[in-house]
């Protein structure tokens, strides 16, 4: 390449570009062609003293830079040379994907002018949040492990920046910025991508603690995995793309119930978002919820058991009349149905008294033959089960008797020991009216909303469309099942509330980053597979200043084309590879 200098014939004013040279195959003369322009000499000189000899000086470094890419490295090496004891020189490159992520969200800037706004703390909390966070999803484990781990990466080669007592000081420090953070990532990702919040998903699920006492986060309540262990709880919300805004973390003993509600008003606030439609299952399906999002102008689409539905509502569902067949399997019908609810309103003194209320809501039954085969078979379990505690009550528990007690008659439990027993009066038997009962409804299932098909949303929230929005709650699903598979967010290794809540803030860091990178690379991977190329893209020290790489995959050059990274290079000089990490922080 060389440095061109183009008179304009119109004005003789000067216009410098790097070009390079080449051959055509049939052209008897070499071909140009432009690689960059700098602009026009005259202007140049406002920047530059000499922008010729600066340009010239460029061209040449840039002219190296290809040298050296194409060079080749002769390595001397000793025959029967023995490893150094404990140790490994194999590090991880793959993790500059999360690297990007986490400088485009702004964290490492936002974490340093919090550290500077009168905290005491010296060393670098970025650093510690980066390492945190990065093992979070490539090798989830304790804080202590993930510090013992953080020569596997070149940013954290200085291993006297920050030591053991940092990581866990650190932690106290994420916690009063929780908020803040969430804020601070969903304002993000609304900027780069657009987001909207006219639909938001939103779930809980729990998570389990490894021990006996409890304390004010970590109580005994309802565990999703039926285990008798204290349990903290975490609401999600979630964007129609599936990707999280935010995340509340409250005691195991709470009610999951209350806090649908201040989640979608405080978005409504902050954002002045107008009018959300909140989309959650069947435990958000209240008379406060539904009652005060739509007073409150707010949307909602929530499943409503047919089992534990009004009689009105049981003789609306086996009333053939009114379904549209599609197929041979499939079948529904709507309504809009006034309703009286329970609501629970506020006394000045600040208790609280049941009223019954009046609210119009739509509600859309179907019908599919595959909904009637699943339940039956989730069923089947059960009822093999009770037939089994019948027969010996004592060998089971609450726990262990979890979805079977229902089809027994003459059974309690005891409420210290939890052990399952006979009742006083009577012989424990089967209760074929509740199976029969539960077998009338098999297959019918139930939505209902404030969201109705008319005015400016005619022919906008049809039956089928409303049923396609409730059907996306699979995607907050996913997001807990990476939670508690991928990144491991239990056991959880720190025990004080402020600790727990800062673990909890890594993970959600740590799922957004994930859920990102596949959106991405498109969605054409699972996260479980993503993960695994990123820790496979390593390399090994293989003399001087020159690194091996030995790993290649669809799944990373996915990763590479959608953040601009090249990982199908054989040999990286350290050089390169720090200016390739350095690029990555400057997002």
């Known amino acids: ?54 340009f010239e000086e460029y061209v040449a470094a840039k002219n190296l830079e290809l040298t050296l890419e194409s060079a080749e490295y002769v390595i001397s090496a000793k025959r029967n040379q023995r490893l150094v004891e404990n140790t490994s ?49 490539l090798s989830p484990g304790s804080k202590k492990r993930a510090f013992e781990r953080r020569g596997r990466y070149f940013d954290f080669e200085n291993e006297d920046a920050f030591g053991l007592q940092d990581v866990y000081r650190s932690l106290s420090f994420y916690a009063m910025l929780e908020k803040d953070i969430q804020l601070l990532i969903h304002d993000r990702i609304t900027k780069s991508y657009g987001r909207k919040l006219d639909i938001i998903y939103y779930d809980v699920t729990n998570y389990y603690f490894e021990i006996d006492i409890e304390d004010d986060l970590r109580r005994k309540g309802v565990s999703k995995e039926h285990r008798p262990n204290p349990i903290v709880q975490l609401g999600l919300a979630m964007d129609a793309e ?35 439609i909140a989309i959650a299952d069947s435990a958000q399906n209240t008379g406060n919820n539904v009652y005060y999002l739509d007073s409150g102008n707010q949307g909602y689409i929530f499943s409503q058991t047919v089992h534990g539905g009004t009689k009105a509502l049981k003789e609306y569902v086996a009333d053939d009349s009114g379904y549209v067949w599609y197929g041979d399997e499939y079948k529904r019908k709507s309504r809009v149905e006034r309703r009286e609810i329970q609501v629970d309103f506020e006394r000045k003194d600040g208790t609280t008294h ?38 010996n009550p ?43 009962e539960e077998e009338k409804y098999d297959g019918y299932y139930c939505i209902v909303t404030n969201v109705f098909d008319e005015g400016e949303d005619k022919d906008k929230f049809d039956d089928a469309q409303i049923i396609d929005l409730y ?76 690194y091996l790489f030995d790993y290649r995959s669809d799944a990373g050059d996915l990763l590479g084309k959608a953040f601009s990274l090249d990982f199908s290079m054989l040999r990286l000089t350290r050089a390169e590879i720090k200016k390739n990490i350095g690029a990555v922080k400057r997002s």
């Open 242 to 276: 599936g990707l999280p805004i935010s995340y509340e973390v409250f005691a195991g003993n709470e009610s999951e119930k209350l806090h649908l509600r201040p989640m979608v008003f405080n978005l409504r606030d902050k954002y002045d978002s107008g009018r959300v």
């Open 354 to 391: 049941k009223k019954k209320m009046l609210v119009d809501q739509r509600q859309i039954v179907f019908y599919s033959e595959k909904y009637a085969a699943r339940s039956k078979a989730q069923r089947e379990a059960a009822v093999m089960k009770a037939r089994k505690i019948i027969e």
């Open 1 to 54: 390449m060389f440095l061109k200098k183009v008179p304009d014939k119109g004005t003789g004013r000067v216009f410098l570009s790097m070009v390079r040279s080449y051959r055509t195959k049939g052209k008897k003369h070499p071909q140009a062609e432009t690689v960059e322009s700098f602009g026009y000499l005259d202007e140049l000189k406002n920047k530059y003293d000499d922008p010729i000899s600066h």
């Open 89 to 137: 020189s194999r590090r991880n490159y793959g993790y500059i994907a999360i690297m990007k992520l986490y400088y485009e969200l702004g964290l490492d800037r936002f974490l340093l002018n919090r550290q500077r706004r009168g905290s005491k703390i010296e060393f670098n909390t970025s650093s510690v949040m980066k390492l945190l966070v990065i093992e979070r999803i």
């Open 471 to 546: 059907r996306g709650l699979w995607r907050i699903e996913e997001s807990f099942g990476i939670t508690k598979d991928e990144l491991e967010t239990r056991p959880v290794f720190v025990s004080t509330p402020d600790h727990i809540k800062a673990h909890f803030l890594i993970c959600y860091i740590a799922l957004v980053i994930v859920r990102l990178i596949q959106k991405r690379t498109g969605y054409e991977c699972s996260p479980e597979v993503l993960i695994e190329a990123m820790n496979m893209i390593a390399c090994s020290h293989e003399g001087g200043n020159l």
């Open 394 to 436: 004592s060998a089971y528990t609450r726990a262990t008797s979890h979805g079977a007690l229902k089809y027994i008659m003459n059974v309690e439990v005891d409420k210290e020991t939890g052990e399952v027993k006979a009742a006083a009066k009577g012989t424990p038997c089967f209760d074929n009216d509740v199976l029969m």
